[in-house]
């Protein structure tokens, strides 16, 4: 069974501090991974996805698949970053089936 | 381009009855997904419609069931209602059901529903 995993529940920083929103998943086949992101009163969207291999408002993400994980970096916190960030993940032929992990609410604080 | 609309925004119901969410895709998004999210926990997938059948399936009961319609719009059906089902349950259409359009899911804002 594939699972996803969001160590912190709760990530508070400083403005200007690094980021890295850890994620890790099992999965015994090629997975696609993806952060979603739910900024407050608004829904959930996504952030970007490991084929893409971009960088999205200064995020960016590798698929380690040694260490099977998926962290989520950004060099420099900025106020408006604090959301609940979730991590997904879809099996191959799976459709739009996505496995979330628990979500870890980040805090810019300044 | 209108996103993807749920209705009932939030509905409170009792043990035992039955209930019927409502979603209308994105404009020419024709797969329609459904997720339950317990309070504190990730979406769970419940499972996804195209061309109108039930095409995936996760770990949930047949008292919940769906439908999708001609219009790609869609419902979720849940009968005897037990506590456990309070939740926010979000509805997500795609482009496309395979490659990489699949990949681009595009959510409601979800009903609440509470179980007494």
């Known amino acids: 069974a594939q699972r996803v995993t969001q160590p912190e529940k709760l990530l508070s920083v400083f403005k200007g501090a690094p980021v890295e929103l850890k994620c890790n998943y099992s999965?015994?086949?090629?997975?696609?991974l993806f952060w979603y992101v739910q900024y407050s009163r608004q829904r959930l969207q996504l952030l970007l996805r490991h084929i893409s291999r971009e960088s999205i408002k200064g995020f960016t993400a590798d698929l380690n698949k040694g260490e099977t994980s998926f962290h989520l970096k950004k060099p420099f916190a900025q106020e408006e970053d604090s959301a609940m960030y979730y991590c997904a993940l879809r099996s191959s032929g799976g459709g739009n089936k996505l496995t979330f992990g628990t979500g870890t609410q980040l805090k810019v604080e300044l | 381009e209108t996103g993807v609309t749920q209705s009932p925004t939030h509905l409170i119901k009792t043990r035992g009855q039955q209930v019927t969410l409502r979603c209308s895709s994105q404009?020419?998004?024709?797969?329609v997904s459904w997720y339950q999210q317990a309070l504190g926990q990730g979406p769970q997938f419940i499972f996804q419609?195209?061309?109108?059948?039930?095409?995936g399936r996760g770990n949930f009961p047949p008292r919940f069931s769906g439908l999708q319609f001609p219009n790609y719009s869609s419902e979720l059906n849940v009968n005897a209602l037990e506590l456990d089902d309070s939740a926010l349950y979000l509805c997500a259409s795609s482009p496309t059901i395979t490659g990489n359009g699949a990949n681009v899911l595009t959510f409601g804002a979800g009903s609440r529903l509470t179980v007494l």
């Open positions: 999965y015994s086949g090629s997975p696609e």
């Open positions: 404009s020419g998004h024709n797969t």
């Open positions: 419609y195209y061309r109108e059948e039930e095409n």
